[in-house]
């Protein structure tokens, strides 16, 4: 099987970004999702889920974003209780892994309460690949048995998509002599290695997602890129399905 799973970051940010995902779910080709539980948008965002149940739903765990789900994590937090910033990582840092292992554990679980059942592990910012976050992140996928977003060197007994492409987002606003090239690179990907993660950020924007996201106006071009009806034409054409991570 050739299986192209087309995955939108940041569901439960806001309703803005919820909204722009499930219609690029229902109108074009996005296949499956990741939810942030700590996010002002999650409970509408799990409403929308359940209303779409074909739609794949994995967990955003989260680290450099708003709060946290657990209120006794200090050593992930800033002195105003929010989580630290993604430079914080950038840098040499410390924190008590054992917090992280809880607050992202709860994260999941969140999502389990919910009525979700999660089908693999992501990161916002994709702090997952930084070590020593990532043996946190592959004990709980190992915990779960969930596959992973395979954008890192990760252990053999972890379970990912053969390929992740990462520059979906970037076709959006291609410049239409360019774009062929682009997609011929996507399907000759999934043809060659069977199975690839497309990321994308599709979404509305509104006052939470401008003032709080460096990715803002860019989610409308991915949005209206799913919805190009070329897409299921040329999929089906070079034999390739849509899908989520359960199909792996």
């Not at 996928?141 to 987002?169: C, H």
């Amino acid at each position: 099987m050739k299986l192209l799973i087309v995955n939108a970051d940041d569901f439960g940010y806001c309703p803005a970004i919820n909204l722009g995902i499930i219609e690029s779910f229902q109108q074009g080709i996005l296949s499956s999702t990741t939810i942030m539980a700590g996010m002002p948008g999650f409970n509408q965002a799990v409403k929308l889920a359940k209303e779409n149940p074909k739609l794949g739903v994995g967990v955003h765990l989260t680290l450099t974003c708003q709060k946290p789900v657990l209120k006794n994590v200090p050593s992930l937090v800033e002195s105003d209780g929010n989580f630290h910033k993604i430079g914080f990582y950038e840098q040499d840092f410390s924190l008590e892994l054992e917090e992280l292992y809880q607050e992202w554990k709860a994260q999941i679980e969140k999502v389990i309460a919910s009525g979700i059942i999660p089908d693999h592990l992501d990161s916002h910012h994709h702090v997952h690949t930084i070590k020593p976050l990532t043996s946190v992140f592959e004990d709980l996928a190992a915990e779960y048995d969930l596959p992973v977003r395979g954008n890192y060197d990760q252990s053999d007994n972890i379970k990912i998509a053969n390929r992740f492409y990462s520059t979906f987002d970037n076709l959006g606003r291609d410049k239409e002599i360019w774009k062929p090239y682009d997609i011929h690179n996507l399907v000759e990907d999934v043809e060659t290695f069977g199975s690839v993660e497309a990321m994308c950020h599709p979404g509305y924007l509104d006052s939470f997602i401008l003032e709080g996201s460096s990715l803002t106006v860019n989610r409308t071009y991915t949005m209206k890129e799913l919805k190009d009806p070329r897409y299921p034409k040329l999929f089906e054409q070079a034999g390739i399905q849509l899908g989520t991570y359960c199909d792996l």
